[in-house]
């Protein structure tokens, strides 16, 4: 699904900003299966793609008739700069990116924590220009003891899950809210606000 990245985070032809993604899901569990008792998974990707292209949905396995050409998983390790990563000793990469590390396949809990101030220079030329798109998407994965006895029972195998995202502009000064805001309107999305503050009248 098309994501609405604000554009008030667009920097010198560039995207920047701090991406945190925490998902959490209720796995299909089955302990028959002894160390693949966890049955289930959900792949998360969050990254850019350069234009949309039309698919086959005859074809095996393509549900979807939209697909992206160009795309990258921002949420890859590989594409940012050690040195960068390194010299950032602020407080997101002390208290958020060491727990990058939750995001391996059939663990329940994910995190993810980038900056894209910390991508390596060829890979901000290639994935982060101003008019790339955005995209999120999440997949659900089954074991192929759980796919066969879907079949066998004919019914789909599902999963319960809970995702957060944030974007953050270390600066403090793009107004995130409002454009993500705006833009969840303009794809379609549901949605409804969050109230981070209450109002306590205290009388003597």
């Known amino acids: 699904m098309d994501f609405p990245m604000p554009k008030s985070l667009i920097k010198n032809g560039f995207y920047t900003g701090q991406i945190i993604a925490t998902l959490v899901y209720e796995p299909i569990l089955d302990p028959s299966q002894g160390i693949e008792y966890c049955q289930s998974n959900v792949d998360l990707k969050f990254g850019t793609y350069n234009s949309k292209t039309t698919r086959d949905t005859q074809r095996r396995g393509i549900l979807n008739p939209v697909g992206r050409q160009g795309s990258q998983n921002l949420f890859r390790g590989s594409l940012y700069s ?3 990563m390194r010299e950032n000793s602020g ?3 002390l ?3 060491l727990l990058i ?3 391996d396949k059939y663990y329940p809990v994910k995190k993810y924590a980038i900056d ?3 991508l390596s220079e060829a890979n901000k030329q290639h994935y982060t220009t101003a008019d ?3 995209y999120l998407s999440l997949r659900g994965l089954f074991r192929e003891h759980t796919e066969q006895k879907a079949v066998l029972e004919r019914n789909t195998p599902s999963q319960d899950f809970c995702l957060i995202l944030t974007v953050r502009d270390p600066a403090e000064s793009a107004p995130i809210y409002n454009d993500i805001t705006q833009g969840l309107d303009s794809y379609n999305f549901w949605h409804s606000n969050i109230k981070l503050t209450n109002d306590i009248a205290v009388t003597n």
């Open 95 to 97: 208290r958020e990116r």
């Open 116 to 118: 894209l101030s910390e």
């Open 132 to 134: 790339k798109c955005w």
């Open 91 to 93: 407080d997101f990469a």
């Open 82 to 84: 050690k040195r960068l």
């Open 101 to 103: 590390q939750y995001g």
